[in-house]
């Protein structure tokens, strides 16, 4: 990274033993109980996801079954159901996606996001994402946030060990950029990507021990000893990562929700937020360069009762403000103004890319995306109140 680069801003997600929490969520008769999902021990099945309170008896994820029941002789075995948990995953990954375009899912369960042109404090921003993914989900989610993935992936290992005697950790942890040394220095040496349990030993005859000790080690012995490996050690016990996102560009679509604090049946209130989400949603649209066929609307009843409309557009579109014209319009068309709101939703579904517009309409949506980029850049580099349509000066001056 040069002296004049932009530091960036990366949040490493990663789902509370994913596997075990969507079962106790399915089975509440397993909340608290030693179990595991797994292969049965019979059939040399392994360990893919066990409960905090199997982990308390020294069960771990990737063991054999057949050891985990010796350890634990009361655990229940769980067959996966892979179909649910995917489907939980995808509503996860959804929800991400309404906080950057550049997300890396590394698993089912874990996912990185560069954020690094919003104005939030990346903490700030992570909490936020938590609490959307405990109350949409009702899954734990902890978070590592650093300049690079490396740290940030570090950061979320150190945070859930804190909280280690807690079922699920809900942990955050951010390494304040220029402490870098200071996190890495204490931690041990195997919690470096690529130092396996060979490489550790060599380090460990080495007198490597920690992370520190390995900053200290020249260069030029771990290149030695390790090969061209040895110079990427070095750089990671430095905190020195430049990998970017490996961005999955299948996205399938973009949504944004919002959960009231109370019951509402203020139309004005919705009229903004649904203004808020076109917005936010316009603007992943153009980000990731793709065009929306489908509006979708969700609406969540002081009942919970959850009802959705659709109306498929004459062509695809990125504009904010088609995006917000059909919301509304689909908003006034369902909502019967008895009934309060809990939760009001909006997604653009059946993306397309590089869609050619026809000529009649061609010039006047050209402009207004012209605009529209220039205002995405301005919120990009100041945050997004930089910029606010009229409409919403007007609401808020009338109040």
């Given at each position: 990274?040069t002296?004049?680069?932009?530091?960036?801003?990366?949040?490493?997600?990663?789902?509370?033993a994913?596997?075990c929490?969507?079962?106790e969520?399915?089975q509440?008769?397993?909340?608290?109980?030693?179990?595991?999902?797994?292969?049965?021990?019979?059939?040399?099945?392994?360990?893919?996801?066990?409960?905090?309170a199997?982990?308390?008896?020294?069960?771990?994820?990737a063991m054999?079954m057949?050891?985990?029941?010796?350890l634990?002789p009361?655990?229940?075995?769980?067959?996966?159901?892979?179909?649910?948990?995917?489907?939980?995953?995808?509503?996860?990954?959804?929800i991400?996606?309404?906080?950057?375009?550049?997300?890396?899912?590394?698993?089912?369960?874990?996912?990185?996001?560069?954020v690094?042109?919003?104005?939030?404090?990346?903490?700030?921003?992570?909490?936020t994402i938590?609490?959307?993914i405990?109350?949409?989900?009702?899954?734990?989610a902890?978070?590592g946030?650093?300049?690079?993935?490396?740290?940030?992936?570090?950061a979320?290992?150190?945070?859930?060990?804190?909280?280690?005697?807690?079922?699920?950790?809900?942990?955050?942890?951010l390494?304040?950029?220029g402490?870098?040394a200071?996190?890495?220095?204490?931690?041990?040496?195997?919690?470096l990507w690529?130092?396996?349990?060979?490489?550790?030993?060599?380090?460990?005859?080495?007198?490597?021990?920690?992370?520190?000790?390995?900053?200290?080690?020249?260069?030029?012995?771990?290149?030695?000893?390790?090969?061209?490996?040895?110079?990427?050690?070095?750089?990671?016990?430095?905190?020195i990562?430049?990998?970017?996102?490996e961005?999955?560009?299948d996205?399938?679509s973009?949504?944004?929700?919002?959960?009231?604090?109370?019951?509402i049946?203020?139309?004005?209130?919705i009229r903004?937020?649904?203004?808020?989400?076109?917005?936010?949603?316009?603007?992943?649209?153009?980000?990731?360069?793709?065009f929306a066929?489908?509006?979708?609307?969700?609406?969540?009843?002081?009942?919970?009762?959850t009802?959705?409309r659709q109306v498929?557009?004459?062509?695809?579109?990125?504009?904010?403000?088609?995006?917000?014209?059909t919301?509304l319009?689909?908003?006034?068309?369902?909502?019967?103004?008895?009934?309060?709101?809990?939760?009001?939703?909006?997604?653009?579904?059946?993306?397309?890319?590089?869609?050619?517009?026809?000529?009649?309409?061609?010039?006047?949506?050209?402009?207004?995306?012209l605009?529209?980029n220039?205002?995405?850049k301005l919120?990009?580099?100041?945050?997004?109140?930089?910029?606010?349509?009229a409409?919403k000066?007007?609401?808020?001056k009338?109040?």
């Amino acid at each position: 990274m040069t002296k004049h680069s932009k530091i960036r801003k990366i949040i490493h997600m990663d789902l509370d033993a994913f596997f075990c929490a969507v079962e106790e969520l399915e089975q509440e008769n397993l909340k608290e109980k030693p179990f595991a999902v797994g292969g049965k021990p019979d059939e040399r099945g392994v360990v893919s996801s066990c409960s905090y309170a199997a982990r308390r008896f020294g069960v771990h994820s990737a063991m054999p079954m057949s050891q985990a029941l010796k350890l634990c002789p009361e655990l229940v075995i769980i067959s996966p159901r892979h179909a649910l948990y995917q489907k939980k995953s995808e509503q996860v990954m959804s929800i991400l996606q309404n906080y950057s375009a550049l997300i890396e899912q590394v698993s089912i369960d874990e996912a990185f996001l560069d954020v690094s042109d919003m104005s939030e404090d990346g903490d700030k921003i992570a909490q936020t994402i938590k609490n959307q993914i405990r109350s949409e989900t009702n899954l734990s989610a902890s978070f590592g946030i650093a300049q690079n993935k490396l740290l940030a992936k570090l950061a979320n290992d150190v945070g859930k060990k804190r909280y280690r005697e807690k079922n699920y950790p809900g942990s955050i942890l951010l390494v304040v950029n220029g402490r870098e040394a200071e996190f890495l220095a204490p931690l041990s040496v195997d919690m470096l990507w690529g130092v396996g349990k060979k490489t550790k030993l060599i380090l460990m005859e080495m007198g490597i021990k920690t992370i520190g000790d390995l900053t200290k080690t020249p260069l030029n012995l771990l290149i030695q000893k390790f090969g061209k490996n040895g110079a990427l050690l070095s750089q990671y016990a430095n905190g020195i990562d430049d990998r970017p996102l490996e961005v999955n560009q299948d996205l399938k679509s973009i949504s944004q929700e919002m959960t009231f604090s109370k019951d509402i049946m203020d139309r004005d209130v919705i009229r903004l937020e649904l203004m808020e989400m076109s917005e936010m949603i316009g603007h992943r649209l153009r980000a990731h360069k793709v065009f929306a066929s489908t509006i979708r609307l969700k609406i969540r009843y002081a009942d919970f009762s959850t009802y959705t409309r659709q109306v498929h557009l004459s062509h695809p579109v990125d504009q904010d403000t088609i995006i917000f014209d059909t919301g509304l319009k689909l908003f006034n068309e369902f909502w019967d103004q008895r009934s309060k709101i809990r939760l009001i939703g909006l997604s653009a579904t059946q993306l397309v890319e590089g869609f050619e517009q026809l000529s009649f309409w061609q010039n006047e949506a050209d402009r207004e995306r012209l605009l529209l980029n220039a205002v995405d850049k301005l919120k990009e580099k100041y945050g997004k109140n930089i910029v606010k349509k009229a409409t919403k000066l007007d609401h808020k001056k009338e109040k």
